[in-house]
């Protein structure tokens, strides 16, 4: 006979989550528009129905438990998911394709897809485009939490749990070397580097090419912004490995080395959300840009 499932509560959970996004229980109590005491009596009832406990006391605070990210996990999901349904509702109700919320990295938004969002808005004005331009691990984690519906990023090495790719694009890396020679000549004097940070996406696998390529990898400067590491490049600072759509862009572009190597932009969404029209018109645009 199969085990009964725990009759969990969307409101428990959103109260989870709230819990663990805010810094006081007083503040997560108001974000979800009830007293700290219902907060609390929530959770306790929350804790009972998992059966397991989810926080412990630091004098008289209660703070989650480290090993609570299964639960807090599945909450963050049931909410968003719950959530993109209710817009979804909303939006059949009505008629309205509302708002869309895009996330995208900077070379998507600035040199592979700028004149295809504008085109975008300009066909669908009565469309409510809020862009957030981030790293890819910032807005994949905000597509899980349910503050994005749709985000173009680097292909993760391990998609987070509850996201959905497909591959949009490839484009290629290449080695920029601070006298702008274009021979960078045996890789054992290449470097020092100036790279994205270590948590970036496209960071390990640059790693991973210089050192098949035999190069040392000495990082003396970090930075997301791919202008900064032009700039470093140019000052003399150190090699750099960059897209070259956006090393070459503008007025002052690089000279290229080489190729080293190449990496995937993707769509990624929520898996199992219900469709946003809006947004799946724009996933169409952008491939046919």
Known sequence: MPQSLPDLSIRQLEYLVAVADSDTFALAAEQVGVSPSALSQG??????RVGVSLFDREGRRRVLRADTEPVLDHARQVVALTADL???????????????????????????????LR????????????????PSGDLLRE??????DLAVCVE????????STEVLLTEDLAIYAPDGRRNPGPSAGWGPWVLFPRNAHT?????????????PVE????????EV?????????????????????????????????????????????????????????????
């Open 119 to 134: 085109q975008f808005r300009a066909e669908h004005p009565e469309l409510r485009i809020h862009l957030r331009v981030g």
């Open 143 to 148: 597509l899980v939490d349910g503050s994005l």
């Open 229 to 289: 590491l032009c700039e470093m490049v140019r000052l003399g600072l150190g090699w750099s490995v960059l897209p070259v759509v956006q090393a070459e862009w503008g007025e002052q572009p690089l000279v290229r080395c080489e190729i080293l190597a190449r990496r995937q932009l993707v769509i990624a969404r929520r898996s199992g959300a219900a469709p946003h029209p809006a947004g799946l018109l724009l996933e169409q645009a952008l491939r046919e840009k």
């Open 86 to 116: 209710a817009d979804w509702a909303r939006r059949t109700r009505s008629g309205d394709h509302g708002r869309l919320r895009l996330g995208m990295i900077d070379a998507s938004a600035v040199q592979h897809h700028g004149e295809a």
């Open 156 to 163: 993760p090495a391990e998609r987070p749990r509850g996201v």
């Open 219 to 226: 990082v003396v400067a970090e930075s997301h912004q791919p």
């Open 203 to 215: 960071r390990s696998g640059i790693e991973a090419a210089l050192r098949r390529r035999g190069a």
């Open 43 to 48: 959770l306790a009832e929350l804790e009972r």
